[in-house]
């Protein structure tokens, strides 16, 4: 394998797996992008670690199996495919079925060289140590890095910050009221609002999607619960990707833990994320007169 | 002594060389080239180096006695006579004093408004903006995050990484019901309770921080 082959392949490699999503303000790129510009060094890499390019150029001794305009080809489909993510899928699949072809081709032969002891011409060259562990490697990675495209293609929660602070008007309402009852009666009491809403109601507060309260039998306390509505990528994916899970109570903290699936409830002791002030819920009291009626 | 080469041909050493011509064609060809011309563009493919550029910002924070609410906007500009689809990820400092921010929005505000979806991986929130040929988008980013110490952080070195000076850089602080106690960054009072600093060909040294206190009534005369 010439040296500076070996040392840019080595390279090119190191840059797509040390892709730096995590530092702030980064520009990283796209993840389908990032899958698939991943594929291409991973076949080229596999195919030479397994023998495989030995193997094709016995197979065809004139063919050229890369030349120059299909490496550009291959790069130029990689630019044109920065430029949306749907051409970026395209290109990624286009990718991985190549991937994956190779990937079987070099477990394929790597079985009939280890079988057969009269090998075929082009088989003369092959080493089954090789192939199978590169080739078997190859179809592996391929189908997770194809996973992960699929799992983040149309992967995009939407609408967390308006129903962020959906939840926090409806803790300053509830704690609104509570003042007003105390000063009414002497004690304060929470209002009881569900998630559906009789059609007639005229009530301008409303729990966020997603999320349901729970209220002492007295009123004195409440507990909001609000977990994610977006569907989350297919195992093992989501664990690559998280989304808030909130909780709400009574004294105005907001409590958050980042969950992996959609069932995650927000435990009593997470970190508070927020406290509804006091000038917010006196901005509420002074709305509250114009308010429409709530249960 | 007569010996096969990789390439199934006889003589000693590589074909180029027995041939006393550099067939750098032969040397070039096949998997070493695409890798060649796949490093050229991984690095920018990769995020270690942006593909559009990050021109201009301004930043407005507004102090509360135990919140701060952070508006950013950024400009970007592709140079590029082709469409691009540019990934940024959010800078958000979080600490043991300062929790996940909330109510994120990113949205994309010129040329056409529209909200932006975020999504997080691997704990960095990131977003995609898609960029036409040689196009200047501004981009809105607005979020809460609770502060119980009084003191707060904007993340400003993370322009580093765009290699770039900001051409134009403009910072307010704003004050609802706190006094101001200290900034990193020497600030100008704009008009009561606000003050700024500005800055052009703009590569931040260091973070800005901040400090407010909410004053005792008690002491009020």
């Known amino acids: 394998m010439p040296r500076i082959g070996t040392m840019a392949l080595v390279l090119a490699l190191a840059l797509t797996v040390q892709t730096r999503v995590a530092e702030a303000n980064q520009p990283p790129g796209p993840q389908l992008l990032l899958a698939e510009v991943s594929l291409l060094p991973l076949m080229i890499l596999l195919s030479l670690a397994g023998g495989a390019y030995a193997v094709l150029r016995a197979m065809h001794p004139g063919a050229r199996r890369w030349t120059f305009l299909r490496g550009t080809g291959a790069v130029l489909a990689i630019l044109v495919s920065g430029a949306s993510g749907g051409i970026a899928f395209v290109v990624a699949a286009i990718f991985g079925v190549l991937a994956l072809q190779r990937g079987i081709q070099m477990v394929r032969w790597g079985l009939r060289a280890r079988a057969s002891i009269e090998r075929s011409t082009h088989l003369a060259v092959a080493s089954p140590r090789r192939l199978l562990p590169a080739g078997t490697g190859l179809i592996a990675l391929t189908i997770l890095l194809l996973g992960m495209v699929l799992a983040f293609a149309g992967y995009w929660p939407v609408g967390e910050g308006p129903r962020q602070e959906s939840l926090r008007r409806f803790v300053a309402y509830q704690l609104a009221v509570a003042r007003e009852e105390q000063a009414r009666i002497g004690r304060a009491r929470f209002r009881p609002i569900e998630a559906d809403r009789p059609p007639q109601s005229t009530c301008p507060v409303r729990l966020p999607a997603g999320a349901r309260a729970e209220y002492t039998p007295d009123g004195s306390g409440f507990t909001v619960l609000m977990l994610p509505t977006t569907r989350f990528p297919f195992f093992p994916y989501n664990y690559l990707t998280s989304q808030p899970s909130y909780r709400a109570d009574g004294k105005g903290k907001i409590r958050m833990i980042p969950v992996h699936d959609r069932s995650t409830a927000c435990p009593a002791n997470a970190p508070v994320v927020a406290q509804v002030s006091d000038a917010e819920i006196e901005r509420m009291q002074r709305l509250l007169p114009g308010m429409g009626e709530c249960p | ?221």
């Open chain 2, 1 to 221: 002594m007569h010996q096969r080469d990789r390439f199934g041909e006889d003589g000693i050493g590589p074909s180029w060389f027995r041939q006393g011509v550099p067939r750098w064609r032969e040397r070039v060809r096949g998997p070493w080239l695409a890798a060649l011309a796949l490093l050229l563009v991984l690095p920018f493919l990769a995020g270690l180096l942006p593909i559009v550029r990050f021109v201009r910002e301004r930043i407005d924070i507004t102090l509360e006695p135990d919140e701060i609410l952070v508006t950013g906007r950024y400009v970007y500009r592709n140079p590029w006579p082709f469409p691009v689809t540019q990934g940024l990820t959010v800078p958000l400092p979080v600490d043991a004093d300062h929790p996940m921010p909330t109510e994120l929005t990113v949205t994309r505000l010129i040329p056409t408004p529209v909200v932006l979806p975020v999504r997080t991986l691997l704990g960095q929130v990131i977003a995609e903006v898609p960029f036409g040929p040689n196009e200047e988008i501004l981009v809105g980013v607005r979020y809460r995050q609770h502060a119980p110490t009084r003191e707060g952080r904007y993340l400003l070195t993370t322009t580093r990484p765009w290699r770039r000076p900001l051409e134009d850089a403009m910072y307010t602080l704003r004050v609802e019901g706190v006094g101001l106690v200290g900034s990193n960054y020497a600030l100008e009072r704009i008009a009561p309770g606000s003050w700024a600093f500005e800055r052009t060909q703009f590569m931040p040294p260091a973070d800005w921080r901040f400090a407010w206190e909410v004053p005792d009534p008690s002491r009020t005369e």
